[in-house]
């Protein structure tokens, strides 16, 4: 497959996503503007634009595009927003979120060093300007707080930890998967003045959160 193989390919993998949901079309052309097939060990790379996870190593897997899609639509980013974003993995959400809020904008920790730098590499050889830290979610880029977003690509067994909640700023939101596996919800919380808002968006699967 060659460059103009792998457009074609994404082009049809957004035409079903448009097809099949109500993802916002800022989301959709920023999933057909990110090479997936970049982010993804070599042996899986003919199956970078099928809709479905792919592992990506160290027992870790990537999202499968709607799931990205559906995650990068609740954020409800606009160009210059700050993100941070709790589990870098191969980086290819943080990629999708990048081509959204620009250059400079994206915080992404991942626990596994040997992911965290291999991700590091690939977003800056792909141009993507996203500061990755290797290390725990729970204690990440306090210096660079308040975001104006976070997301959670792992599952806290028991609800979003507070200390990610507050490194949100007020009006600000947070999207993650929560629970155990086999039981796990998708949820937006809005952190506003009075406390914090918390919607439910569906049964999900994720890697849990170390
Ligand atoms: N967004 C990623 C998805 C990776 S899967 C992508 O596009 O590829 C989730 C990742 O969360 C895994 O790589 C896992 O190692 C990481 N993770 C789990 N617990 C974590 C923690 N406490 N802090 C940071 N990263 C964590």
């Known amino acids: ?22 993802i ?10 990110v090479p997936r097939h970049a982010f993804v060990p070599e042996r899986h790379r003919s199956r970078a634009y099928a809709d479905r996870p792919l592992p990506i190593g160290h027992d870790q897997t990537v999202s499968a595009p709607h799931m990205v899609a559906l995650m990068t639509d609740l954020l409800d980013i606009e160009p210059g927003d700050r993100v941070f974003e709790v589990g870098t993995g191969c980086g290819y959400h943080a990629a999708v979120v990048a081509e959204i809020v620009g250059p400079g ?4 920790v991942e ?17 993507y300007d996203v500061t990755v830290w290797a290390g725990d ?63 439910d968006h569906g049964g999900v699967r994720f890697v849990p959160m170390r």
Do not use: W
């Not at 904008?105 to 992404?108: D, E, I, L, T």
């Open 137 to 199: 979610g729970q204690i990440a880029f306090r210096d660079e707080a308040p975001f104006d977003v976070a997301y959670l690509t792992c599952a806290p067994a028991d609800g979003v930890p507070d200390s990610i909640v507050d490194r949100v700023q007020t009006g600000g939101r947070v999207v993650a998967p929560v629970g155990r596996v086999g039981a796990q919800r998708l949820v937006r919380l809005t952190v506003k003045e009075e406390g914090v808002e918390r919607e």
């Open 105 to 108: 904008n994206v915080y992404s």
């Open 24 to 33: 916002d079309e800022r989301t959709l052309a920023a999933i057909e503007s």
């Open 111 to 127: 626990y596994v060093p040997e992911l965290a730098e291999s991700a590091r590499k690939r977003l800056r050889q792909l141009g």
């Open 1 to 22: 497959m060659d460059d103009a193989d792998h457009a074609a390919a994404r082009r049809e993998l957004v035409d079903g996503l448009r097809r099949r949901s109500d």
